[in-house]
């Protein structure tokens, strides 16, 4: 524990940029944005928006839940691969995180647009142009396809660290494949499905540009109508305390996510 | 004459261009303890994998019972596994491991709390149900293990190096419990290991093996005492071996001179092994033995000393418990059941030198002495 002032550099910053503009985010969520005094009105005026809040809710759980799916089966199966093929699917995985969020977002407004890459194709042979943008489905598949590495990554990792003579082990007393996957495998990639589902949840559910690229004025999320708060109707109180709830909303997710991790970790040292 | 259960035929295993099994051929007997014992590399795991049923020989059938099993997957085969680092469940309690195998072939949870209680108890873990598995020492992970396999009742329990991982003291004791408990149970053990006492301390039938093919079959007894050639005699234990030429029938010639032994049925003048193990010599006064030699080096050892004896530049490996000090000129007397004739083989000349051949016994001569050798 010595050496200790090492962390002085992290530390200040934090103070600074971390904990002095959280205190700034609670004083501004319970003060009047007229008279400063201190009041619960932005906090209760928050139920207005509470469809907004159930919705972001939903499309992020959604978007989480697909990714998990998808992922799932990628994570596992580059997990046994020979050392050299997983470091290459690996790099892959994470090459689309190398490319701006924004770009990424704009590639799939260009892709999906009415008058879009994939409905030119579509008009092209002489079918009519599919409603692909502006509704909840384009916005989770921006979610989906944004955060997806974030799923891979944590599962592969857990599922890489599994002793593959557990397997053997199943086997051995009586379990057939998919046994052996539910009763084995799956329990013991706990962790990375919880610290999966946290890293894609989280982002997730705070995103404003994907909704406001790919959705309409029906999938307006959380993110969005913070930003607005800041920038369009300026009343940076609302705002403030809508970020503080979803700040609360984050760590009880992360908190869960936590416990599944830590039950694991203390079963699992040796070996 | 027990029955057989299970057969090995011809199997062949290849990695690549590697050849792991070269058509070995097994019968392993009902309610036996088998041991397959030889250096890392001879096959012996490959061999316990291919009857547990990872791994599918390239050639060659498995019969159990008398019926082939060679494409049946592992979980449907009437055998389990102890293996090497116990691959316990990490995420499961002592309990819910031994209840595995149990509860996936779905049996009422009342007779699996009754055999899961009975096996704790017969290893000893009574008390430890609840433990997680990272909680327990190694010798109690060893335990788990083998009651997680024994529980399912197999007819044949597979063990691939169990003890290695255990120190020298819990080894000893877990050689005598494993023994006990074959006998108890009265299955058939499989058990894989490189370490020759173990072999010969727990075994029924020793197989030796090297380089994917099998050298010896035997008791404990026949392995130490008959070894088939100068690689078994090696590896069982400590031999010299000379060079020697079977003059007639109980007539071996060594060192220029003549020696009766209990050996028979070479050609005359047969070029052959000679194997003396090192603690059937007895050192005599010099003008008393067959032969003469001085002591080079000695080692304590606890039991006896462990003395090296140069013999015309041959020098030779003797235990005793009396104690020669380093350039006494002394001299040996050999019996005629302290020798044993062997054929020639591949492995003649590589091993039971102890002047040239030291790595497996590099305390006897230190740096410069071995340099000077060479």
């Known amino acids: 524990m010595k050496r200790r002032w090492l962390t002085a550099p992290y530390i200040i910053w934090m103070l600074l940029f971390t904990i002095v503009p959280l205190c700034i985010v609670i004083y501004f969520a319970f003060t009047d944005s007229v008279t400063g005094a201190f009041t619960f009105a932005n906090i209760v005026s928050i139920l207005d928006y509470a469809s907004i809040f159930l919705r972001s809710i939903w499309l992020s759980v959604a978007a989480t839940l697909l990714c998990l799916i998808i992922g799932y089966p990628v994570a596992y199966t580059i997990a046994q691969c020979k050392p050299r093929t997983q470091r290459i699917l690996q790099m892959l995985i994470m090459l689309p995180m190398c490319l701006s969020f924004l770009l990424r977002t704009?590639?799939?407004?260009?892709?999906?647009?009415?008058?879009?890459?994939?409905?030119?194709?579509?008009?092209s042979i002489g079918l009519k142009p599919l409603p692909l943008i502006r509704n909840s489905g384009a916005v989770i598949l921006g979610m989906v396809y944004n955060y997806l590495p974030y799923m891979i990554l944590p599962l592969y990792s857990s599922i890489s660290k599994i002793n593959p003579?557990?397997?053997?082990?199943?086997?051995?007393?009586?379990?057939?494949?998919?046994?052996?996957?539910?009763?084995?495998?799956?329990?013991?990639?706990?962790?990375?499905?919880?610290?999966?589902?946290t890293m894609v949840f989280v982002p997730a559910v705070s995103t404003f540009y994907i909704s406001q690229k790919l959705g309409s004025p029906g999938t307006i999320m959380v993110g969005d109508v913070i930003e607005s708060q800041f920038k369009g109707a300026y009343n940076p109180n609302l705002g403030a305390a809508m970020s503080l709830i979803l700040l609360i909303l984050i760590f009880i997710c992360i908190g869960l996510s936590n416990r599944v991790t830590k039950q694991h970790n203390n079963e699992e040292v040796t070996l | 004459m027990a029955a057989e259960l299970i057969r090995l035929k011809d199997l062949v295993m290849e990695f690549g261009n590697e050849r792991v099994l070269d058509s070995m051929n097994l019968t392993i007997e009902d309610k036996k303890f088998l041991t397959l014992l030889g250096p890392s590399g001879c096959g012996k795991t490959t061999t316990l994998r291919i009857i547990a049923g990872f791994q599918k020989p390239t050639s060659g059938e498995v019969y159990f019972d008398g019926q082939p099993i060679t494409d049946l997957p592992p979980y449907k085969r009437p055998v389990n596994t102890v293996f090497q680092n116990y691959a316990l469940f990490p995420h499961l309690d002592v309990y819910d491991n031994i209840a595995f195998g149990l509860r996936i072939s779905k049996l009422p949870e009342k007779e699996i709390d009754r055999r899961v209680g009975e096996m704790l108890a017969s290893v000893s873990l009574k008390g430890f149900e609840n433990r997680p598995i990272a909680s327990l020492s190694g010798g109690q992970q060893q335990r788990v293990a083998i009651a997680r396999a024994l529980v399912n009742r197999p007819k044949v329990l597979l063990l691939d190096e169990p003890l290695g991982a255990l120190d020298l003291r819990l080894r000893m004791d877990m050689q005598n419990e494993l023994k006990q408990i074959q006998q108890e149970v009265g299955i058939t053990f499989v058990y894989v290991t490189h370490d020759q006492e173990e072999a010969l301390s727990m075994?029924?039938?020793?197989?030796?093996?090297?380089?994917?093919?099998?050298?010896?079959?035997?008791?404990?007894?026949?392995?130490?005492?008959?070894?088939?050639?100068?690689?078994?005699?090696?590896?069982?234990?400590?031999?010299?071996?000379?060079?020697?030429?079977?003059?007639?029938?109980?007539?071996?010639?060594?060192?220029?001179?003549?020696?009766?032994?209990?050996?028979?049925?070479?050609?005359?003048?047969e070029p052959v092994d000679v194997v003396i193990r090192p603690e059937d010599i007895d050192i005599v006064a010099a003008d008393a033995g067959h032969l003469c030699g001085t002591v080079t080096n000695v080692i304590f050892k606890g039991v006896h000393y462990d003395t090296i004896v140069d013999f015309k530049g041959f020098k030779w490996l003797i235990q005793t418990t009396d104690y020669y000090p380093v350039d006494s000129y002394i001299g040996i007397q050999l019996n005629p059941d302290d020798i044993h004739v062997m054929k020639r083989s591949e492995y003649s000349g590589l091993y039971g030198d102890y002047s040239t051949f030291s790595d497996e016994y590099d305390d006897i001569t230190n740096a410069d002495e071995s340099a000077d050798e060479e």
Do not use: H
Request: a negative charge; aromatic letters at 8%.
């Open chain 1, 165 to 197: 003579k557990l397997m053997e082990a199943a086997a051995d007393l009586g379990c057939s494949r998919r046994q052996s996957f539910t009763k084995v495998i799956l329990p013991l990639s706990m962790p990375g499905i919880a610290s999966g589902i």
């Open chain 1, 106 to 123: 704009l590639a799939w407004v260009a892709l999906l647009e009415d008058t879009g890459i994939l409905n030119s194709l579509i008009t």
């Open chain 2, 203 to 269: 075994s029924d039938t020793v197989v030796v093996m090297d380089a994917g093919k099998i050298l010896q079959i035997g008791t404990p007894e026949d392995i130490y005492n008959e070894p088939a050639n100068a690689f078994v005699a090696d590896f069982i234990g400590e031999s010299n071996i000379l060079d020697g030429i079977m003059l007639e029938d109980y007539k071996v010639k060594m060192f220029g001179q003549e020696f009766t032994c209990v050996d028979k049925g070479f050609e005359k003048n």
